[in-house]
């Protein structure tokens, strides 16, 4: 069993989403889902040494720490955004000092755990002798997991370097960018080799240049590939091309990489969903009208509800009675028997 | 079959449990106070019924009849139905039961009488408001027929019927074990009625049952000797070809029955409350059921989206019609 440990939850936001886990009943700063446990626990050593052992407590099975997260570098040759994997941990005025388990892939630089936010030189002058890297978490995670005898693994990507510049701000606002980074690089190099094998990072499309997948876009992909495969029509990578018409999307040069990406997730709901596709189809067409004068209409995403909403933004008398008239001739006997399933399938 | 049958210290010279014994003698009997003792008290794996199934002769307490749900029959007259055993030898992936008690073992209650008088009390009791007939359901929590011959209570059902013939009585079943039932007089009120789908969804979902052409062997038995006759084509699963394939059925059960001599077809549309789909995930996760078109809909159940349900049991009707069904005799099980 794998814990996470973060010290917000801007930083988790993403494992939380990709990795579905749920809120624990026991202990509202955990969550999980199935082997993975996620601990968030608010910034500084020593909610980390409560919080953490606590989560120990509860979940004796946990075999392995990992503490993402964000740091500051105290070397501005260090690039913005890179992921390091520190060699040693030390802790501003304590003489103990911890080395990550793993000999592997192992950065060169040194972190230092302290015990308030470093925001300006002088602050980092004195620190700089021990480390590269500062953060307020790591060494208090490397106590606990010591204690408890487990394994543990730190990684942390840059957000600053440490200067009088006011980047706490910056930080906030760069949250999702930093998580989509940092769940990035867990599932591609973290990832315990069972959960590594269900994904299909080996997928050819996975590497095409002609395609760009985001995290969701990948996680969504990697959904309906293996629903895809469990339906005979396609049973390995060459049905796969052909059954979603991979080389026309491919050819699609108008369009960007990550525009392919969603053309082809979209051809694979098709080929997964062809019922749900066809009345989705019958509402567009329906609904092609209403559309065109920057009115949105939304009905239920789940197709379950015989309802729909309306949004229409109008800034003139023509606009208001064009909406007016369109809506009117719009035709509520053809949606109702859509929705009661009389379709052509 | 039982590797363990509990009996009720006061049943235990039943002639019924004295059958039961009679025919598992190589399982171990244990007298028990009360079935509560054991069944439920721990949570005994669903699958587990595969390698060690127990079974319970038991009293059922407490209501002996209970009022179905909206859309259970036809509709305009009240249905009921009564409790007489727990679980099923079966393993349809869909199936209920898996996510309803926390044991796959299964219970006979065998205070029969007890069970026919609450019966017949509801019949007297609907018959002194009304002039409507009324409807008793007999496998809400088990097959009907699939062990009638160890349970022995059909015939004390039916004479219940046989006293009222304004009232019904429906045995839902999967089985083809129509013994006990061959050797009753059939009665205009008491019809059987059988679950079916297409060969191939039977092979793949309703595990450790009979096939179709088993279960039409069944059905051809029963309606030689007179037995009324319902169908039950319920659940309904999407697939490419699902037309081709319920016309294929259509064309062996009118080779059984004409559908105009069939009593009522009920058409339902799979569906799961979220604690039996979480169940079937776990127990059958390889099943159709995940990589189908299942939403998880407004009043929290798994099922197809709206649209779809509704072409479905459209197109399932249609194709019943089609086939020389009466259309007052089709209706829509379970849908609103």
Redesign the interface.
């Known amino acids: 069993m794998d814990l996470l440990v973060f010290a917000h939850r801007g930083e988790a936001m993403t494992f939380l989403k990709e990795l579905e886990l749920k809120s624990n009943s026991q202990y509202n700063d955990l969550y999980q889902n199935g082997d993975t446990l996620l601990l968030i626990t608010k910034e500084g050593p020593h909610e980390v040494l409560v919080k953490l052992s606590y989560a120990l407590g509860l979940f004796p099975n946990i075999k392995r720490i990992i503490n993402l997260g964000i740091c500051g570098s105290l070397n501005k040759e260090i690039e913005l955004e890179s992921i390091h994997k520190p060699r040693t941990i030390y802790k501003e005025n304590e003489f103990k000092s911890f080395q990550c388990n793993s000999n592997e892939n192992k950065d060169s630089v040194d972190l230092i755990t302290t015990e308030k936010r470093i925001l300006t030189e002088d602050d980092a002058s004195a620190l700089k002798n021990f480390a590269t890297l500062v953060d307020r978490e790591a060494h208090a995670v490397a106590q606990v997991a010591k204690t408890f005898n487990k394994t543990f693994e730190v990684y942390k990507l840059v957000s600053d370097h440490i200067t009088d510049a006011k980047f706490c701000e910056r930080i906030k606002e760069n949250a999702q960018l930093y998580s989509d980074k940092l769940y990035d690089f867990y599932d591609k190099n973290i990832q315990s080799s069972s959960s590594k094998a269900e994904q299909n990072s080996e997928l050819e499309i996975l590497r095409d240049s002609d395609f760009y997948f985001s995290v969701s876009q990948r996680r969504i992909f990697n959904n309906l590939y293996?629903?895809?495969l469990?339906?005979s029509t396609i049973n390995n990578e060459q049905d796969f091309t052909r059954v979603l018409s991979i080389e026309d999307i491919k050819s699609r040069e108008e369009k960007t990489p990550k525009e392919r990406t969603s053309l082809l997730i979209n051809n694979m709901s098709h080929a997964?969903?062809?019922?749900?596709t066809k009345?989705q189809d019958s509402l567009n067409e329906l609904t092609s009208e209403l559309r065109t004068y920057d009115c949105k209409f939304k009905y239920?995403k789940?197709?379950?509800?015989?309802s729909f909403k309306f949004e229409a933004y109008i800034d003139s008398e023509e606009k208001r009675d064009l909406v007016v008239r369109t809506l009117k001739n719009f035709s509520w006997q053809r949606f109702s028997q859509?929705?009661?399933?009389?379709?052509d399938? | 079959m039982f590797d363990k049958i509990y009996v009720e210290k006061e049943l235990t010279h039943s002639p019924i449990t004295e059958n039961i014994l009679k025919r598992f003698k190589s399982s171990e009997v244990v007298i028990i106070d009360n079935y509560e003792e054991v069944f439920q008290k721990v949570k005994k794996p669903y699958l587990q019924k595969r390698e060690t199934l127990n079974l319970f002769v038991a009293q059922k307490k407490g209501a002996l009849v209970k009022e179905a749900p909206d859309a259970y029959g036809l509709s305009g007259e009240p249905h009921y139905y009564f409790i007489n055993a727990y679980n099923c030898i079966y393993e349809c992936n869909y199936c209920y039961l898996q996510g309803y008690f926390h044991s796959p073992d299964l219970v006979f209650f065998i205070n029969h009488e007890e069970i026919t008088q609450a019966i017949e009390d509801t019949i007297h009791r609907h018959q002194e408001v009304s002039d409507k007939g009324i409807w008793f359901h007999a496998g809400e929590f088990s097959d009907s027929l699939a062990l009638s011959h160890l349970t022995q209570d059909l015939e004390s059902y039916i004479d219940v019927f046989k006293r009222n013939p304004r009232a019904y009585l429906e045995f839902r079943t999967k089985s083809a074990n129509t013994r006990a039932l061959e050797d009753i007089s059939p009665l205009p009120n008491v019809i059987t009625s059988f679950s079916l789908s297409p060969a191939d969804k039977i092979k793949d979902n309703d595990l450790k049952t009979p096939s179709l052409n088993t279960r039409l062997a069944a059905i051809k038995k029963l309606r030689d000797k007179g037995h009324p006759i319902a169908l039950h084509f319920d659940p309904i699963i999407y697939t490419d070809d699902i037309v081709e394939s319920y016309e294929e059925m259509l064309e062996l059960i009118i080779e059984t029955i004409p559908l105009t001599e069939v009593e009522y077809i009920s058409l339902g549309v799979v569906r799961f409350t979220k604690d039996v789909y979480k169940q079937v995930k776990m127990n059958y996760p390889e099943s159709e059921y995940f990589y189908s078109e299942l939403i998880t809909s407004h009043d929290n159940k798994v099922k197809y989206p709206r649209p779809m349900r509704l072409w479905l049991l459209g197109k399932i009707k249609e194709l019943c019609l089609k086939y020389g069904a009466k259309k007052e005799s089709v209706y829509l099980c379970m849908e609103e």
């Open positions: 293996k629903s895809l469990k339906k997964l969903y062809p019922f749900r009345v239920d789940d197709l379950d509800k015989k859509i929705m009661d399933g009389q379709i399938v």
